[in-house]
């Protein structure tokens, strides 16, 4: 027998999410700090290389030297180039004529053979990233001249990228350390979103959590729905009893015959499509009742052609529901207090509800943000529970439609398309 395997819990999916987010976000940032390091140990090297070459250049010692023949430069500079190459940790140092011919080199095989690398045309500093005989490197060119402004030489400092890769590992162990920082406080962070999520959800998977937030959701709007009937509906049986009491029997047959009429002129027009369901027969029953109530004209036009929404009686009654109650809120803060629901066939066979009323409407900035769970313009309560608008979206989403907002009046426009057992 083929088994199904189980569906994973919500709380176990808030922990995957959250944890992936982590390792991502991880990866990111030490991605931007290994090229942060890298990009600094480059700057510095040509730091160090300009600053270097600009002492030697200035240096009497060096000047002096280059006014003598070649050998005689070699023999003073060779030495003290070494020992400053080694004291600001540089590869190389090259003392040079004003040809390019080398005095000094780390190589003494090097000596007297022409410079590898960019001499500049005019007598000026040059940094660069070039080629020479110890491999690529961070260099910089400044010119050395004597007391009349008169060009001798040059000097050329240089760091070669093997040892700029080297600082850059030497400086890994605090990347690897911060990102795995990143890493345990990611870990921790979903573990506890993991531990609250259970605390409310238990083991439910996440379908069944959603399910359980669209049954809450439709009991609570039938049942505000259904009180107000049954608070009108006894207002009215009140009323006709007191008439009867009266002896006034006519206005008591009136009011009662009213009722009726009523009640079922909205139940056939519910109902009279071949795919009417009761449950949101009942639910919009009760919304006229519960306009009534708050002082609003609830306006119905459901087309006799309209499909089925597909969506479960449950989901169905949360959809429209939430979008009547969101809709009473908005037209109890206006002047001419009115709400319009509409549900019609789409072009393309599938149902559009359409949800109007007499309110300011949703600020453009705002109209991601009102699908948002938790998010709400309603202070918290009973009247700010920031909950309905996110789940319309989500049971919409799962069936395959789309929510929209528009403008003139305002209007939740929701658009679902044809079931899957009519396809």
């Given at each position: 027998m083929k088994t199904v395997a189980p569906s994973r819990s919500a709380?176990?999916?808030?922990?995957?999410?959250?944890?992936?987010?982590?390792?991502?976000?991880?990866?990111?940032?030490?991605?931007?700090?290994?090229?942060?390091?890298?990009?600094?140990?480059?700057?510095?090297?040509?730091?160090?290389?300009?600053?270097?070459?600009r002492t030697l250049a200035v240096s009497p010692l060096v000047a002096?030297?280059?006014?003598?023949?070649?050998?005689?430069?070699?023999?003073?500079?060779?030495?003290?180039?070494?020992?400053?190459?080694?004291?600001?940790?540089l590869d190389f140092i090259t003392v040079m004529t004003p040809d390019g011919t080398r005095v000094t080199h780390p190589d003494p095989d090097e000596i007297g053979k022409h410079y590898r690398g960019t001499i500049p045309a005019e007598s000026r500093e040059l940094t660069e990233v070039f080629t020479g005989t110890l491999g690529p490197s961070v260099r910089t060119i400044v010119p050395v001249t004597d007391t009349a402004g008169r060009l001798v030489g040059w000097v050329a400092a240089g760091v070669t990228t093997?040892?700029?890769?080297?600082?850059?590992?030497?400086?890994?162990?605090?990347?690897?350390?911060?990102?795995?920082?990143?890493?345990?406080?990611?870990?921790?962070?979903?573990?506890?979103?993991?531990?609250?999520?259970?605390?409310i959800a238990g083991d439910l998977p996440a379908g069944e959590v959603r399910d359980a937030v669209s049954s809450y959701e439709s009991f609570r709007t039938l049942g505000e729905a259904l009180r107000a009937q049954t608070h009108e509906h006894g207002n009215r049986m009140h009323t006709a009893v007191a008439l009867l009491e009266l002896g006034r029997t006519d206005e008591a047959i009136e009011i009662l015959t009213e009722t009726s009429r009523q009640s079922q002129t909205l139940v056939d027009q519910v109902t009279a499509q071949r795919h009417g369901d009761p449950a949101v027969g009942a639910l919009l029953l009760g919304k006229v009742s519960q306009a009534r109530e708050r002082g609003i004209d609830l306006r119905l036009h459901i087309a006799q052609d309209a499909p089925p929404s597909g969506l479960s009686p449950i989901d169905s009654v949360s959809v429209i529901?939430?979008?009547?109650?969101?809709?009473?809120?908005?037209?109890?803060?206006?002047?001419?207090?009115w709400v319009e629901v509409e549900m019609r066939p789409?072009?393309?066979?599938?149902?559009?509800?359409?949800?109007?009323?007499?309110?300011?409407?949703?600020?453009?900035?705002?109209?991601?943000?009102?699908?948002?769970?938790?998010?709400?313009?309603?202070?918290?309560?009973?009247?700010?529970?920031?909950?309905?608008?996110?789940?319309?979206?989500?049971?919409?989403?799962?069936?395959?439609?789309?929510?929209?907002?528009?403008?003139?009046?305002?209007?939740?426009?929701?658009?679902?398309?044809?079931?899957?057992?009519?396809?």
């Open positions: 709380a176990s999916r808030v922990f995957v999410v959250l944890i992936a987010a982590s390792l991502i976000l991880a990866a990111l940032v030490a991605a931007f700090l290994v090229f942060e390091t890298q990009t600094a140990a480059h700057d510095e090297a040509e730091r160090v290389t300009a600053a270097t070459a002096e030297s280059l006014e003598d023949d070649r050998e005689a430069a070699s023999a003073a500079l060779e030495p003290y180039a070494l020992a400053v190459t080694s004291r600001a940790g093997e040892s700029i890769s080297e600082t850059l590992v030497r400086r890994l162990p605090l990347t690897i350390a911060i990102t795995a920082v990143l890493v345990l406080l990611g870990a921790v962070g979903s573990m506890a979103a993991r531990r609250f999520t259970r605390r529901g939430n979008l009547i109650d969101n809709a009473f809120d908005a037209a109890a803060a206006s002047d001419d207090r789409a072009a393309d066979g599938g149902l559009v509800i359409a949800v109007s009323d007499s309110g300011t409407g949703v600020p453009v900035e705002l109209r991601e943000q009102v699908f948002s769970p938790g998010f709400s313009t309603k202070p918290a309560g009973a009247e700010g529970r920031g909950v309905g608008l996110a789940l319309v979206r989500s049971v919409v989403a799962e069936a395959g439609g789309a929510v929209r907002i528009l403008d003139d009046p305002s209007t939740f426009l929701v658009e679902l398309p044809i079931p899957r057992s009519r396809r």
